[in-house]
């Protein structure tokens, strides 16, 4: 009997390996012949750690599952599927995993993230399998119909990035993952190179055959080490079995990549930042032209792309553009990862079409707030992002549409607040966060952040001084459309979403009576 315990962080952190040796003890106590699997995570991160057992009719998910309750399980018969008040029926028909649509992360949860053979027969392989046997040009024809775009956060076309890569005449080219996935609330790319690595290393392999890339790296933040492991083991694999190497799949074709490990800095997410870190530098902010896509890593033309991007590659090479692309809305094509933080009930990953709403995910999903009281605030698209409040809950999960009430999906992270947050302090931290982790090459952000705290300090420390409130109110405006216009990159460029949204949509908690009163 094959019983799955995950080894994703997420569950690690709930003892998810205590679990599976009470697992390996108790059944060979009992003369049981088990067969335990680490796989990733569903991403139903409030159930983790998550054990199913394989029956003839599908996996029976239990969770979560806490070392104490395994002699239990034993006891109630969970082997054969019997009942017990952790059993969940077949994890394929729980609501929360029932209704996504998982493209990009269809086998994450499902397989043994290291065997070849289990990815193989998942459907993986099949992109790389195509791709081989089309020219350049049409790998990257088929990426520019698939619609998609950067999930990083910035939704720039990759196939027209591939494009101006591939038309970038060079004796060098590389293909560089940005894995430094820091906004708050998210976890996609961690989910993703701990539960299905072999998925990202296709994308890559795909897109060096598209643009004539022969090396990639995979940049990595240091607070990921299961996923730096998970990843090294893969591509150890993969080069074992001539996928990766100097003759990919026996084609001729040379493709090879490694992992390097970030040391921390947020700035280092930003592209350029990112190259100069990987080149052995210090993480500074690069002026743009030129694009990284002409001169990128030691100056040669580089596709840059975030992990979501890469690993969804394949997908679209297995199952053609036209299949992508037609899920979604407008110009916001296929799926998107979302990832449920903050005070929510049930957190974890949703992948679905763009076009749903944030009710949809708060409630549907999220089950609510985890305090048990209202909601009020949702931070969407990381630290730079806008905060929603009710009013906006209700327009439709897609690019131009956030764009339109100045939000950003960005990551596609949300965090979720209940009626106890005071936005004024949220607005301080955007700027405090911006004030610690800038890279001090530009003056508005460098300077403006910090005086973006001061400011709001004062508005705080205005008591019943309305007028001066009001007037530190005017300058905080100021220096926010100081920083948005003026700030290289967007780290200074966008702090001043929160702080804005804030300051719009909440104004009582800046003791103003209305926006427009200041
Ligand atoms: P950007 O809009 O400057 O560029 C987007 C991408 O398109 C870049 O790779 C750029 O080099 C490329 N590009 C632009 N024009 C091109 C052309 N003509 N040909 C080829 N490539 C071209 O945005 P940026 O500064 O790279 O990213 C900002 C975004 O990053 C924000 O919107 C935010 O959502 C996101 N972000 C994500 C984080 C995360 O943890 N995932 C953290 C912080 C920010
Ligand atoms: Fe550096 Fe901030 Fe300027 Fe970006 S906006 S280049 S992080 S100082």
Redesign the pocket.
């Known amino acids: 009997i094959v019983i799955y315990v995950p080894r994703d962080a997420a569950a690690l952190a709930m003892d998810a390996n205590a679990v599976a040796h009470a697992i390996e003890r108790i059944a060979d106590e009992r003369g049981l012949s088990v067969q335990v699997v680490r796989n990733g995570s569903r991403g139903l991160l409030w159930l983790e750690p998550l054990v199913e057992i394989a029956t003839p009719e599908g996996r029976i998910a239990y969770g979560p599952v806490a070392p104490e309750d395994v002699g239990g399980l034993f006891d109630a018969g969970w082997l054969t599927g019997d009942a017990h008040a952790l059993r969940l029926g077949l994890t394929e028909d729980i609501p929360y995993l029932k209704q996504q649509e998982r493209l990009t992360f269809a086998r994450v949860g499902v397989i043994d993230p290291l065997s070849i053979q289990d990815y193989a027969a998942h459907g993986g392989l099949a992109g790389l399998k195509r791709a081989l046997a089309m020219q350049p040009a049409e790998i990257i024809d088929e990426m520019v119909t698939s619609g998609l775009r ?1 999930r ?3 939704a ?1 076309p990759t196939g ?2 591939w494009k ?1 890569v591939a038309g970038s005449p060079s004796d060098q080219k590389y293909i560089v993952c940005n894995a ?4 708050s609330g ?1 976890f996609a790319d961690r989910l993703l190179m701990e539960g299905d690595p072999y998925v990202l290393i296709e994308g890559m392999t795909i897109a060096g055959l598209a643009v004539g890339a022969t090396y990639g790296y995979i940049y990595v933040r240091s607070e990921y080490p299961h996923a730096i492991e998970t990843l090294e083991a893969a591509i150890a694999r993969a080069r074992s079995v001539g996928w990766l190497g100097q003759d990919v799949h026996g084609s001729g074709r040379q493709f090879d990549l490694e992992v390097r490990k970030g040391a921390g800095a947020y700035i280092c ?3 350029t930042s990112l190259l100069e870190s990987l080149e052995g530098k210090r993480g500074v902010v690069r002026a ?1 032209p030129p ?3 002409i001169s990128g890593l030691f100056g040669k033309p580089t596709v ?1 792309n ?1 992990v979501i991007s890469l690993a969804t590659v394949p997908i679209i090479l297995a199952k053609g553009a036209a299949y992508y692309r037609d899920y979604g809305v407008g110009r916001s094509h296929g799926t998107l990862p979302f990832q449920l933080a903050g005070n929510l009930k049930q957190g974890g990953l949703v992948e679905k079409a763009f076009g749903l709403s944030l009710r949809d995910l708060l409630y549907t999903f999220g089950g609510g707030s985890a305090s048990g009281r209202p909601l009020r605030a949702v931070q969407v ?2 630290p ?1 992002g806008a905060y929603l409040p009710e009013s906006q809950w209700d327009v439709p999960l897609d690019y131009e549409a956030y764009i339109q009430i100045s939000a ?1 999906i ?2 596609g992270g949300l965090v979720a607040f209940d009626d106890t947050v005071d936005m004024a302090r949220m607005a301080r931290y955007a700027m405090e966060f911006c004030a610690i982790e800038s890279c001090g090459k530009c003056t508005p952000c460098r300077i403006g952040s910090t005086r973006g705290v001061e400011t709001i300090d004062k508005i705080a420390a205005g008591g019943a001084d309305t007028k001066q409130r009001e007037q530190q109110v005017h300058l905080l405006r100021d220096l926010c459309d100081t920083m948005m216009g003026g700030s290289l ?2 780290l200074g460029g ?1 702090a001043p979403y929160p702080v804005l949204s804030a300051l719009n949509h909440f104004p009582q908690d800046f003791g103003i009576e209305s926006p427009q009163s200041a």
Not at 180 to 183: I, L, R, S, V, Y
């Open positions: 950067g990083g956060g910035a720039f027209i990035k101006t430094d996935e820091g906004d998210t997410g930003e592209e743009k694009l990284p896509a840059i975030n698209g990381g730079l950003m960005g990551h990159c967007a966008m």
